[in-house]
């Protein structure tokens, strides 16, 4: 079965440094989205990307934030000068946009200390 | 601003009974929900989903039930079996419209054996 395939599985990084979470969506989705879950809270948006743009993101997804297709097959987060409360689950998804539901990575743990 | 909302953090129930998660949402403009089950060190996955033109839809032991002049739903496990121990997150969103789905803070099931 087609897997979101997400890398690395945890990152630790200073504070005020770059990190780049990666994915590879499903190879026929069109679709491809960023949520975040902070330890014992709720999945939350951040970001979704359609025809080589972001097409919405929520007000977490500021400037420190950006998303990138490079190549076609990858999609990465990167985040510019890390904080501590950008300690997260990072997850990746992708979708067909016909309503069949996301397709989610298993996650990057992203550790910022 | 809570959207989707999942007033019960946790639920136990016994081995073949049934397990019913309930799931609220404030936006009107709402027209298709999704519940996702999530594990722990996994990313979500999508269960089932249902359309604002429907009040029930049916897979297997799952089944979710609409009422949208209540704006609420519900997910029925029938019978409930310890593998069904986990996370489950209720979802909506614009169906014409792809680019965000709004998850709500989840509900944690233990079927007990």
């Given at each position: 079965e087609p897997?979101?395939?997400?890398?690395?599985?945890?990152?630790?990084?200073?504070?005020?440094?770059?990190?780049?979470?990666r994915c590879v969506p499903i190879s026929n989705?069109?679709?491809f989205y960023w949520y975040r879950q902070i330890?014992?809270?709720?999945?939350?948006?951040?970001?979704?990307?359609?025809?080589?743009e972001?097409?919405?993101?929520?007000?977490?997804?500021?400037?420190?934030?950006?998303?990138?297709?490079?190549?076609?097959?990858?999609?990465?987060?990167?985040?510019?000068?890390?904080?501590?409360?950008?300690?997260?689950?990072?997850f990746c998804a992708s979708s067909t946009g016909v309503g069949d539901g996301y397709t989610f990575g298993s996650g990057t743990r992203l550790t910022v200390v | 601003d809570q959207?989707?909302?999942?007033?019960?953090?946790?639920?136990?129930?016994?081995e073949g009974r049934i397990s019913i998660l309930n799931c609220d949402y404030t936006n009107s403009m709402f027209d298709y929900?999704?519940?996702?089950?999530k594990y722990p060190a996994e990313g979500p996955t999508f269960l089932i989903s249902i359309s604002s033109i429907k009040d029930k839809n049916e897979?297997?032991?799952?089944?979710?039930?609409?009422?949208?002049?209540?704006?609420?739903?519900?997910l029925h496990i029938v019978p409930s079996q310890p593998g069904d121990s986990a996370v489950y997150f209720c979802a909506?969103?614009?169906?014409?419209?792809?680019?965000?789905?709004i998850f709500g803070p989840g509900t944690s099931l233990s079927v007990i054996p």
């Amino acid at each position: 079965e087609p897997e979101v395939t997400q890398t690395p599985s945890h990152q630790v990084t200073q504070m005020g440094q770059e990190v780049i979470l990666r994915c590879v969506p499903i190879s026929n989705h069109l679709y491809f989205y960023w949520y975040r879950q902070i330890l014992g809270q709720k999945v939350e948006f951040l970001v979704s990307f359609y025809n080589n743009e972001i097409s919405e993101k929520s007000e977490i997804f500021d400037d420190q934030f950006s998303v990138e297709r490079p190549d076609g097959s990858n999609f990465t987060l990167k985040i510019r000068s890390t904080k501590l409360e950008d300690s997260a689950m990072y997850f990746c998804a992708s979708s067909t946009g016909v309503g069949d539901g996301y397709t989610f990575g298993s996650g990057t743990r992203l550790t910022v200390v | 601003d809570q959207q989707v909302k999942q007033n019960s953090p946790s639920l136990s129930v016994q081995e073949g009974r049934i397990s019913i998660l309930n799931c609220d949402y404030t936006n009107s403009m709402f027209d298709y929900f999704l519940w996702y089950k999530k594990y722990p060190a996994e990313g979500p996955t999508f269960l089932i989903s249902i359309s604002s033109i429907k009040d029930k839809n049916e897979d297997g032991r799952f089944t979710v039930f609409l009422n949208k002049s209540a704006k609420h739903l519900s997910l029925h496990i029938v019978p409930s079996q310890p593998g069904d121990s986990a996370v489950y997150f209720c979802a909506a969103s614009v169906e014409t419209s792809y680019d965000k789905v709004i998850f709500g803070p989840g509900t944690s099931l233990s079927v007990i054996p």
